[in-house]
């Protein structure tokens, strides 16, 4: 397991005006990710130095974003302000976490701007939602060179996450290679003080340090 990317969800504004604050805050450009549309769901990406990105994402009103339980998990924490929506670790083979979840992956696609279909199974939304401190997985179907990492040049580098939980528990969601997917930055574990879940992340960027 791999960290692959933050999920951030657009507040009551939208989309637009959500990525453009953050921008501003961080000195840096969004790009236009797209359409996920078995999800509902739409957004705008930040490439990331280390093969990590940072996505801001939004429901659409389209029927998919009332089923599908990532379409759900956006809407609702929208609807509570926006924010951190959680973090999600990349896997080669997808079949043991299927086993370990008892519970089998979901293809995910992505239709980008430029036409072309990004491809992926994911696994764990539901876990994530009612759990927020816990990841969610992607496997990769599309080739490593359309990863949104590489949706332009790196514009900033994270550094660090805080997340309020327990690593034993996200230990027992998903087993050690869940903490060590963390390794290569620093996590700063917090009681918490209401939900858990991503309370903030530290990046480096064009205008110095930044804690989003």
């Known amino acids: 397991m791999r960290l692959d990317h933050l999920s951030f969800a657009a507040g009551p504004d939208g989309l637009a005006a959500t990525t453009a604050r953050l ?22 990406i930040l ?3 280390n093969g990590h990105y940072l996505e801001v994402v939004e429901a659409l009103d389209h029927p998919a974003s009332d089923k599908a339980p990532f379409g759900q998990a956006v809407r609702a924490r929208s609807e ?5 929506l959680g973090w ?17 992956a979901v293809p995910g696609n992505r ?3 430029d036409g072309y279909n990004l491809q992926w199974q994911q696994i764990g939304v539901r876990g994530t939602t009612a759990d927020p401190q816990l990841p ?15 949706d332009g040049q790196p514009q900033a580098e994270l550094l660090a996450l805080e997340i ?5 528990r996200v230990t027992g969601w998903l087993g050690e290679p869940a903490l060590d997917a963390l390794e290569e930055i620093a996590v700063e ?23 989003l």
């Open 111 to 113: 239709h980008r701007p």
């Open 136 to 150: 969610f997985v992607v496997s990769w179907e599309s080739p490593a060179e359309e990863h949104p990492s590489r």
């Open 23 to 44: 921008a501003e805050q961080l000195g840096v450009t969004f790009v236009d990710g797209g359409v996920h549309p078995r999800f509902g769901t739409r957004n705008a």
């Open 47 to 49: 490439p990331l130095a």
């Open 80 to 84: 509570a302000g926006g924010g951190w």
């Open 88 to 104: 999600v670790v990349a896997v080669d083979d997808i079949k043991p976490v299927e086993q370990r979840i008892g519970r089998h």
């Open 189 to 211: 574990w917090v009681a918490p003080n209401g939900l858990p879940g991503i309370q903030a992340a530290r990046l480096r960027t064009p205008s110095g340090e930044a804690r």
């Open 164 to 168: 309020a939980g327990s690593p034993e």
